[in-house]
């Protein structure tokens, strides 16, 4: 098992950025494709990146394509969510998930197994 602990929320105005970190447990990081989704309230969770065992592949959704990076560091156990020109839109708790099998372009919650408590982002415009 995995247990994830998200951190780097808060207050921003729009335009400017955030980087979510993600820590997880275990020795056996690598072993996990790791994801980010986000909920904003009312709406389902939906999926924002993910990023390969090896951290040699990543995958964005087109709401956050060219704005939002996710990466890994192995030896930290953690990983990240670099976000740039926020906007309101944006705005919504973020959830770090991992799962053992799967491709990053599994872009449903159902296929992540563990999933950290969540960290909220609000935007201001």
């Known amino acids: 098992q995995v247990q994830l602990v998200e951190s780097g929320g808060g207050l921003v105005q729009a335009g400017n950025s955030l980087r979510l970190s993600c820590a997880a447990s275990?020795?056996?990081?690598?072993?996990?494709?790791m994801g980010w989704f986000r909920q904003a309230p009312g709406k389902g969770r939906e999926f924002v990146a993910a990023?390969?065992?090896?951290?040699?592949?990543?995958y964005h959704a087109d709401s956050v394509k060219g704005r939002f990076t996710i990466s890994r560091d192995t030896a930290k156990n953690t990983v990240y969510l670099q976000m740039n020109s926020l906007n309101p839109e944006d705005t919504a708790v973020y959830y770090c998930?991992?799962?053992?099998?799967?491709?990053?372009?599994?872009?449903?919650?159902?296929?992540?197994?563990?999933w950290g408590q969540g960290t909220q982002v609000t935007v201001s415009s």
């Open positions: 275990g020795r056996t990081f690598n072993m996990y494709r």
């Open positions: 990023i390969s065992r090896s951290g040699g592949t990543t």
């Open positions: 998930a991992a799962d053992y099998s799967g491709s990053v372009y599994d872009t449903s919650a159902m296929q992540y197994g563990y």
